[in-house]
């Protein structure tokens, strides 16, 4: 029920910058946080920043003062701009969405939240 697209990877020397897009689209009652995660190989994938309700916002250590997470006016949309980028920043960065839906059940609605996944955008950090 809800399509999550990443935009915005590709190859940066070291020091650069780069932004990252997340579009959340379909049919959901709210968005309760959207954040963004990153698997380099070999590695497990590791939360990079988290947005939550009431702009509530969480970074990794290693990226605190380099990158930031915000929302856009309509709130579907998330970004991550990275600024003095590493090359062990070079990873598949995954754009993740939690959402509330109401499913209806006869006279009832429940609600129910979900998390969904980006299919990830390559960035690539090299001289």
């Known amino acids: 029920q809800v399509h999550v697209v990443e935009s915005g990877g590709g190859l940066v020397q070291p020091g650069g910058s780069l932004r990252l897009s997340c579009v959340a689209s379909g049919k959901f009652a709210s968005i309760n946080f959207m954040g963004w995660h990153r698997q380099a190989p070999g590695k497990q994938r590791e939360l990079v920043a988290e947005l939550k309700s009431g702009a509530t916002t969480k970074y990794a250590d290693s990226v605190k003062g380099r990158f930031t997470i915000s929302r856009d006016g309509a709130r579907n949309t998330v970004y991550l701009q990275m600024n003095s980028l590493k090359p062990e920043d070079t990873a598949v960065y995954f754009c993740?969405?939690?959402?509330?839906?109401?499913?209806?059940?006869?006279?009832?609605?429940?609600?129910?939240?979900?998390?969904?996944w980006g299919q990830g955008t390559q960035v690539t950090v090299s001289s």
């Open positions: 993740n969405v939690g959402v509330t839906v109401e499913v209806a059940f006869g006279r009832n609605k429940v609600p129910q939240d979900f998390a969904s």
